[in-house]
């Protein structure tokens, strides 16, 4: 049987909430590698810093790759506020896993507003291949 436009359309969306993690993963290398976080020695350092500057890039190759398949999937408008709504949650997971950064509640209402705006985006759009 051919796909549904439903399922069309939720494969689109796994795609794109793939793409949003890839996106706060490669941030989140990225400052990994140049932060100071640690004391250890200057070779140790530079080699922690070269892994993470890589996995940046390669997290990012990933991401522009779920991104790109997304859009075969789903309407662009749909793809980008889903990569969007995802790379917040989850830069807010990564900052308070790694990093112990507290989110004020002003940070919290812009989040569910984007949230809010991508599940309009969603219902709104009938068509996800046109």
Known sequence: FPPTS???RSRGTLLAVGAGACAATASACGKLGVDDLFEASVTVQA????????AMLVWNG???NLYTKSLLHSDATSATATNTASNFCVT???????????LPPL??????????GMLLVHM???????
């Open 62 to 64: 990933l991401m522009v």
């Open 107 to 116: 940070w919290w209402m812009g989040a569910a507003l984007v949230l809010g």
């Open 124 to 130: 709104g759009s009938s068509n996800p291949l046109s």
């Open 47 to 54: 080699i922690v810093r070269v892994g993470c500057l890589v």
């Open 92 to 102: 807010a997971m990564w900052g308070f896993l790694l990093f112990h950064e507290a």
């Open 6 to 8: 439903m399922a069309i």
